[in-house]
């Protein structure tokens, strides 16, 4: 069964270091999301992404945080300046249908980054 | 700011027992998932509802999404301990992003 697969499963970095999160959505789907969730915390929206533009993204989606969908098969979560309150599980999701649709999305294992 | 409350947060029944898990938001929303996590992994999706009133079937899990769509539950009935879990409601609209509750920690003893 097609699955989202996320790498790496954990990255460390120092505060003030860029990072780069990849994902590999389901092949068919056309709606790419990135949540994170802090540890105790609930799952929450940063971005999403179609048509190789952002569709919505939150307010902790600020100008430290792009995203890129590089070739036609990755999507990217890109840093820039790592704060210690970046620490947390990030995960990524891509669904099918969109427009007036609901959206089934499917989540990826997840990275772990901790920022020292 | 869309809300969704779960409850109970925390559940330890007995191998066998019956439990009921809800959802509730004062939104109204397009379609209501649920999840199960594991400790260090992503959300696994069950099932999505997407009518007012629908009622879906998984094995021992019963989802209903309200009249409204604006509550849901997940019922299970004679649980085993291979149901311990985190189970996550999360809500989504005609547009992008789904919202999660804080989640239902299901522990079942044998």
């Known amino acids: 069964e097609p699955e989202v697969t996320q790498t790496p499963s954990h990255q460390v970095t120092q505060m003030g270091q860029e990072v780069i999160l990849r994902c590999v959505p389901i092949?068919?789907?056309?709606?790419f999301y990135w949540y994170r969730q802090i540890l105790g915390q609930k799952v929450e929206f940063l971005v999403s992404f179609y048509n190789n533009e952002i569709s919505e993204k939150s307010e902790i989606f600020d100008d430290q945080f792009s995203v890129e969908r590089p070739d036609g098969s990755n999507f990217t979560l890109k840093i820039r300046s790592t704060k210690l309150e970046d620490s947390a599980m990030y995960f990524c999701a891509s669904s099918r249908y969109g427009g007036t649709s609901y959206r089934e999305q499917f989540f990826g294992p997840g990275t772990r980054l901790t920022v020292l | 700011t869309q809300l969704l409350e779960q409850s109970p947060q925390f559940l330890s029944i007995q191998e066998g027992e019956n439990l009921t898990v809800y959802c509730n938001s004062s939104s109204v929303f397009s379609s209501l998932q649920w999840y199960r996590q594991e400790p260090g992994e992503g959300p696994v999706l069950l099932v999505t509802?997407?009518?007012?009133?629908e009622v879906k079937k998984l094995k021992r899990l019963t989802f209903q999404f309200g009249d409204a769509r604006k509550d849901s539950s997940l019922h299970i009935t004679a649980a085993q301990p291979g149901d311990t879990g985190l189970y996550l409601c999360a809500g989504g609209k005609y547009g992008n992003k789904l919202v999660f509750g804080a989640g239902t920690i299901l522990r079942v003893k044998s």
């Open positions: 509802v997407v009518t007012g009133g």
């Open positions: 092949s068919n789907h056309l709606y």
